[in-house]
């Protein structure tokens, strides 16, 4: 797909700059000057290696599909153990591990309502744009975004994992707004007491 038209990125660096120039590169020329070079930092290669992680985790959208259909029942297994600590009690715990294993997998951003498996296993939080139904007009011919032009268009990414998914086409699916409110919050927890519900409504209607 063409870049969108008026999609100007960075509109302080003068269109002839832009020639060539990936974004990590247009960042650092931008950037002000000062004595203080950190060590060991480059923008490029930190990008890199994350997209690594991101981008295996989006080939291996099966397996991870099925590894999370299997987590998600042991944690609605344990939902008793839950409910006597207290959802509250362990939120910060789980928030941590959540936080963490899904960063380094997904990159993930806490939105606090999880649709990876809906999305192939890529992160659309991920998007500049947090677009949460399918990409905009500006992906580049490439497939990248045309906001990051070295990041793979996160939408084009969700496609392509979730053809090898079992649900993959979870992706049609329409999906909220994203709530703000539930920023930094745990998507796990937050999915396993609405299980629960669902499963003593369930219940009870069938015991009626
Ligand atoms: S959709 Fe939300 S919870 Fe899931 S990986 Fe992305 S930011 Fe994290």
Wanted: with cysteine; hydrophobic share 40%; proline share 8%.
């Amino acid at each position: 797909m063409a870049p969108s038209p008026g999609s100007d990125v960075l509109p302080s660096v003068p269109p002839a700059a832009t020639d060539g120039m990936t974004q990590a590169t247009m960042v650092k020329k931008t950037a002000p000057k000062s004595d203080y070079k950190p060590a060991d930092v480059s923008p490029q290669r930190r990008v890199q290696r994350s997209f690594a992680v991101r981008l295996w985790s989006v080939r291996h959208s099966r397996f991870l599909e099925w590894v999370y259909l299997r987590f998600s029942a042991m944690f609605l297994h344990l939902h008793p153990l839950w409910k006597a600590i207290g959802y509250g009690r362990v939120e910060a715990p789980i928030k941590f591990v959540e936080k963490r294993v899904k960063g380094f997998m997904f990159d993930c951003r806490m939105c606090g309502q999880c649709v990876l498996s809906s999305t192939g296993m890529s992160c659309p939080m991920n998007c500049p744009k947090q677009l949460r139904n399918g990409p905009c007009g500006g992906v580049r011919a490439n497939g990248n975004c045309e906001v990051e032009p070295d990041m793979p268009c996160v939408w084009v990414k969700a496609w392509e994992g979730s053809r090898n998914m079992a649900h993959g086409d979870n992706i049609l699916a329409v999906q909220k707004p994203v709530d703000q409110s539930l920023r930094e919050t745990s998507a796990w927890l937050r999915v396993t007491a609405l299980a629960a519900s669902e499963r003593e409504k369930s219940r009870l209607e069938a015991g009626a």
